[in-house]
């Protein structure tokens, strides 16, 4: 069975530092990986997908993550924090594309000043 | 872009009473939609998929007969969560698709309180 765990259920960045939210899965298949964002009472919006093919993806807002295949992991960088990152991130496999995803349980994300 | 509503976004209920949870895509047609559940610090766990005209397809553990799901158009779908009990209060949200290998779009969720 597929499963992802996030490690850390809170990151807390300075503005301008290194994010790094961590993302390891298992899959018995190929999977589909996927980071995906949550602000403030709003849905979830895609930040970024890998399916097949080069293994360092570039998402939006200046994201992207690697798939590392022999650790099986997916983590979730970006060179420099700003306030507007503060959000709960999810990271999510799937062996059948966009369907029946499976999430981990969450970062959540403060960026201070 | 495109863009889905669900409907409300906050829910309190008594016990025993029944909820219905709207989510529309507003501006494409949905032949997928899928329905999650989110407890407090865990993950967003799959409860069924419904396809535009026929029934859904419940996840193992979720009972069909408490969380009804009608995907009755293209762009509609509701989940009833009937005689609901206080283990029912959580985050519910789903998301819709155009089906086949498009991205998902996802509602801003609902809050179930059941008192």
């Known amino acids: 069975a597929q499963s992802v765990t996030q490690l850390g259920s809170h990151v807390s960045v300075s503005e301008g530092a290194l994010v790094l939210l961590r993302c390891n899965y298992s899959?018995?298949?190929?999977?589909?990986l996927f980071w995906y964002v949550q602000y403030p009472n709003q849905g979830l919006q895609l930040l970024l997908k890998y399916t097949t093919g080069a293994t360092l993806v570039k998402g939006i807002n200046g994201f992207e993550a690697e798939f590392k295949k022999s650790e099986t992991s997916f983590h979730l960088t970006k060179p420099s924090a700003h306030m507007s990152d503060a959000a709960e991130y999810f990271c999510?496999?799937?062996?059948?594309?966009?369907?029946?995803?499976?999430f981990g349980a969450g970062t959540r994300l403060a960026v201070h000043p | 872009g495109a863009v889905v509503s669900q409907h409300p976004s906050r829910v309190i209920c008594k016990s025993g009473t029944s909820v219905k949870i709207e989510c529309r895509s507003l501006d494409f047609q949905a032949t997928t939609m899928f329905w999650y559940r989110q407890f407090p610090k865990q993950s967003l766990m799959l409860m069924a998929t419904?396809?535009?005209?026929?029934?859904?397809?419940?996840e193992q553990g979720v009972e069909k007969d408490k969380f009804l799901i009608n995907h009755a158009s293209l762009t509609l779908s509701t989940l009833t969560v009937t005689s609901a009990h206080p283990e029912d209060s959580s985050f519910y949200i789903c998301?819709?698709?155009?089906?086949?290998?498009?991205?998902?779009?996802f509602g801003n969720g609902t809050r179930l309180t059941v008192t």
């Open positions: 998301s819709a698709s155009t089906g086949g290998n498009s991205p998902l779009h």
């Open positions: 999510a496999v799937s062996d059948d594309g966009y369907n029946k995803l499976i």
């Open positions: 419904s396809n535009e005209g026929s029934k859904a397809t419940y």
């Open positions: 899959s018995s298949v190929p999977p589909y």
